[in-house]
């Protein structure tokens, strides 16, 4: 039986974004470290994805309460700093936490020979 979800790869890209059924996708159907490893690789990645949004925004009202733009009318530059150093805390938290994930899928024999197939 073949999987089905779908990829997407544009010239430009390095990565794979994979769209389908989860237990397809992540073969979570099978106890398996790799699995799990693999699973919380996703969600650290979006974390990440977020946290960084957050940081590069320059206005998100509903998380500038503590730091709005009224505050800061002759220096808007001021505005949301609150909330870009939250992200920017949240963000180094996270990377550690990439770290220990990749520590584990180096462990793995699916990820070792997912990298001695790789080009």
Sequence with gaps: MGSSYKRTLTP???????????REVLRTH????????????CV???DLR??????RARNVPKLDVLDPRR???????????YRRHYF???????????????GELRKCPE???????AD
């Design 12 to 22: 430009r890209q390095r990565s794979q974004v994979k769209f389908g059924n989860i």
């Design 30 to 41: 099978r106890k398996n470290p790799f699995d799990a490893h693999l699973a919380r690789l």
């Design 44 to 46: 650290l990645y979006e």
């Design 50 to 55: 977020m946290e960084i949004e957050g940081i």
């Design 71 to 81: 505050d800061h009318l002759d220096h808007p530059e001021r505005m949301g700093s």
């Design 88 to 102: 920017l805390r949240r963000s180094i938290a996270t990377l550690p936490e990439f770290e220990e994930c990749f």
């Design 111 to 117: 990820f070792q020979a997912l990298l001695d197939d």
